[in-house]
């Protein structure tokens, strides 16, 4: 407490208003292979939240045959009934980022320069000297730029250049005579999409570059040169040029094929004298790849490059046919460079898509300098540009400017891979998963995370591998942080009822030690679905529609309320189960010391779960999974209401504040039909001094759950006619 000294007024704030937070009991954690997304422990990625069916799809693409195990499908259907889910995606580290390559080019370029008094005196130039010279009288000069679709039959952009004769003097090679500059005249030019006026490189004033600003060897622009009389309309063209293959010295795709460097697979190669942008996908998987769907949509992500004024480009990432990103780059550093504006690794990302960065033709990485204007030529560019004038010479080879930028177009992604193990014991490893040294958690292991608040898991279908090692690492997590339970089955096509006994037993090829555990459930026989994503029938994992029963119940009632039975365990999805179970079956998986949940097709009634047992052997409350998944609910609650207690003083003050917290909660659960009777014991008799002494505050809580009525039993008595129906 403070000392109050002098005289005054004084408030004193104390908060105790202490309550039992909302705990979801319905966060299911599902683990298993997908064809894209978030690997749970590669750069510290945890296990990620999934609210929704589209947002998996997002995140994870659609099922396929090619991945092991029915973690999509599962997913999938447990979303129906519930919107807190979270997907540890496991990988193999052969798994590959999908990749594409966008083409680095130079753009057609013709120099026309104020000092040359010979029109052909230098490769792609227009003299202007010799255009405007005497000759022509007080003709003015016209420069005519055209821009054509790649077929050339119709015009993409056209721009007419009129120098009057009178503002322009040539400059003689002493430099005597002082030129108005070109750059100076047309420099209100700017304002076209396609083609564009840019200053000499060397700062010359009399000399300019009318420039097509498309770059690549599919990019061209006829230049027409020639003269109108003053004042007239009339246009006589001296020179005509078609400025074509000028790309910079940027050679364009080879054969499609893959060449892998630095483990990343590329979707094309390049001339070993190219430099290139490749771009990929931020996490491994086919499911980046561009192709089509079975229903006719866009499936992937493609790196789409559109041509702007000037110097930059802007670049679409698109996925799934959609544009998800949008970037506007440069190549030279006064702008937005494409290495600085677009991230080139995942910890300097700019994009939750993908990354991208310079290379070499052999695929080396490179760190280039950016360029300190837009014509300076990347040093590592080589080669020439070509162009042909139509009149008055033939091919020029040209060198210095490259007016360097991306091709327009559109590249898809390919070459991803999902790293998905070609064996049982692999597939084994890396859904059971493991503790980097770093810290990060892969596979079953992300599961163990108090932050996520998982209470149901799951690992489903016969592609996991070793199917037993893989259901032990579940339950044995389970059991090691109390958080949830686990859900399993016997392998797809396990045979007769007694062979799935025998299984779950520890009495078959794929299982030789029994199952034994509270925080486990064996549901038996599999699940015909019909899956839209290909439009064929599917048998699923019971365990699924185990999780989606159980998610079910939290959202009618509450999670100590069975999840089974005509109310709370009828399946409407499912067509056809793969065992029809008579009574005979259903008891004996249900009795005798066996722990399989049946699921039933009852005639006119549907599929149902019928049971709803841990798989404990023993005979107590907790061999019920209404039961354990209460006691999991009641001690997370209890850890959540009470760990700001932790460092408070040991004595009945606190020990009061605790029963306060703790018989809320419960008298609330018994409300609500989860408890009969429950008692919290937080004092002197719990406290002993030698507890108190190790720094210990112990609270006892006794609890008398409700039990299911699964044996519902009518006794029917016939009585004689004489008989006295109200003493009975």
Known sequence: ??????????????????????????????VGFASRGPIAGRSQEKATLITSQQQLVDTFGEPTESLKGQALEGALEILETTTSMRFIRVAATSAVEASAVASIGGCPTFKVSGSYTNPLSEAGDIGMSAIGSADLGTSDVRIIATVYDDARTAVIDS?????????????????????????KVLGGALDADRIGVFADATGVDASCFIVGLAAGSGATVEISAGYTAAGGSTYKPLEM?????????????????????????????????????????????????????????????????????????????????????NFKTTMTSGGAYVETTIGTSYNAKTSDYFTGYLVTGLWADVTPT???????????????????????????????????????GTNNFAAGDDGVPNTDALVATEVIGATASDGGKTGIEALDDDVLNISIALAPGTGVGDLASVQNALITKAEATSNFIALISPPYATGTTGDAINWSNGFATTRTAAVNSSYGAIYWPWLKVFQVFDGKDRWLAPEIYGARQMTYTDNVSDPWFAPAGFVRGRLT????VEVILNQGDRDSMYSGGNVLNPIVNFPLRGIVIFGQRTAQREPTALDRINIRRMMIYIKKQILASTQRLVFEPNDRFTWARVESLINPMLNDIANRRGITEFKVVCDETTNTPVRVDRNEMWCKVLIKPTKTAEVVIFELNLTNQSAQLGSL
């Open 241 to 325: 040029f078609h400025v074509v293959d000028l790309n910079g010295g940027v050679p364009e795709p080879d054969a499609a094929a893959s060449l892998t460097t630095s483990g990343v697979t590329m979707a094309k190669t390049y001339n070993s004298n190219s430099v290139a942008y490749l771009v990929q996908s931020l996490w491994p998987g086919s499911g980046y790849n561009t192709g089509t769907t079975p229903d006719g949509s866009t499936s992937g992500m493609s790196f789409e490059v559109k041509v702007n004024g000037g110097e930059s480009t802007t670049e679409d990432l698109n996925d799934l046919g959609v544009a998800v990103d």
């Open 573 to 576: 999805k499912p067509t056809d």
């Open 1 to 30: 407490m403070p000392n109050f000294v002098s005289p005054g007024v004084y408030v004193i704030e104390r908060d105790i208003s202490d309550y039992p937070p909302t705990i979801n009991s319905s966060v299911v954690g599902i």
């Open 370 to 408: 950016a360029l300190t204007s837009f014509e300076k030529p990347l040093a590592s560019l080589v080669g020439a540009g070509t162009w042909s004038g139509d009149y008055g010479g033939s091919g020029v080879t040209t060198s210095n400017p490259r007016f360097i930028k991306f091709v327009q």
């Open 159 to 183: 721009k007419t250049y009129d120098i009057p004769k009178g503002t322009l003097t040539a400059s003689a090679s002493n430099g005597a005579t002082t030129a108005l500059g070109l750059q």
